[in-house]
């Protein structure tokens, strides 16, 4: 019950479109919604995350969509630009201490001009 | 402010060798987590170290283990060595570590064994 299922592995989007990235989880004890963003060469970084209780959060371009009853989330990101081209990965954890974030497989984005 | 600092970026080793990796946290973090990354698995906990006791555990083997030091900087180990542990080890550290919240990434060490 800990999996997190990202789809789709790999996505090419055109400049200026909208990339979207989803996940779906199984352990409904899950309360915290990352997602971050690595270049090749660098660690994952924090883009942007929600907790179950909104539906939607937006930062700048970055949009999670979140349903808690279909246990699913996505990432949107609006306006793609090439600088966005980079893995994406999901990931969950339940809050507390001795906890850990589960990630999903990760999302490679190119995008084109 | 500095960020996470692992050491060395790079590591060859041969199979049967044991190592040693560093992970400097932000000033100020008490917790520091380890994952491995690699292409099959993606990205696997591998322990977190809180106030230099390890408070969670992944499903690796005893052969990869960790410590945490009393400034918050950590190592982890990994003894006899397999070419299935080449792989990116990513440290990160958070101010408290409940729940993945804050985890800021080091830039990793890239270990190959050959």
């Known amino acids: 019950q800990q999996q997190v299922k990202q789809s789709p592995q790999s996505l090419i989007v055109q400049k200026g479109g909208i990339s979207i990235i989803n996940c779906a989880y199984e352990n409904t004890a899950f309360d915290y919604f990352p997602w971050y963003q690595q270049f090749p060469g660098k660690g994952p970084a924090l883009l942007i995350a929600i907790r179950p209780d909104v539906s939607e959060k937006k930062e700048g371009r970055f949009t999670i969509s979140f349903n808690k009853s279909a246990k699913q989330f996505s990432l949107h990101i609006m306006d793609s630009q090439p600088g966005d081209s980079a893995t994406y990965f999901c990931a969950a954890s339940k809050r507390g201490t001795a906890s850990k974030l589960t990630f999903g497989t990760g999302t490679r984005l190119q995008v084109t001009l | 402010k500095a960020g996470v600092t692992q050491t060395p970026r790079y590591l060859i080793k041969t199979r049967g060798q044991q190592v040693t990796l560093s992970c400097s946290p932000i000033?100020?973090?008490?917790?520091v987590s380890w994952y491995q990354q690699t292409p099959g698995q993606g990205l696997q906990f591998l322990f977190e170290?809180?106030?230099?006791?390890?408070?969670n555990k992944g499903n690796f083997p005893g052969r990869f283990s960790g410590r945490q030091f009393s400034n918050s900087r950590s190592e982890m180990n990994v003894s006899t060595l397999e070419l299935g542990d080449s792989a990116l080890y990513l440290c990160?550290?958070?101010?408290?570590?409940?729940?993945?919240?804050?985890?800021?990434f080091g830039s990793g060490t890239r270990l190959t064994v050959v």
């Open positions: 990160a550290s958070s101010p408290e570590g409940a729940g993945g919240y804050g985890y800021t």
């Open positions: 170290y809180f106030s230099e006791t390890q408070r």
């Open positions: 000033s100020g973090h008490r917790s």
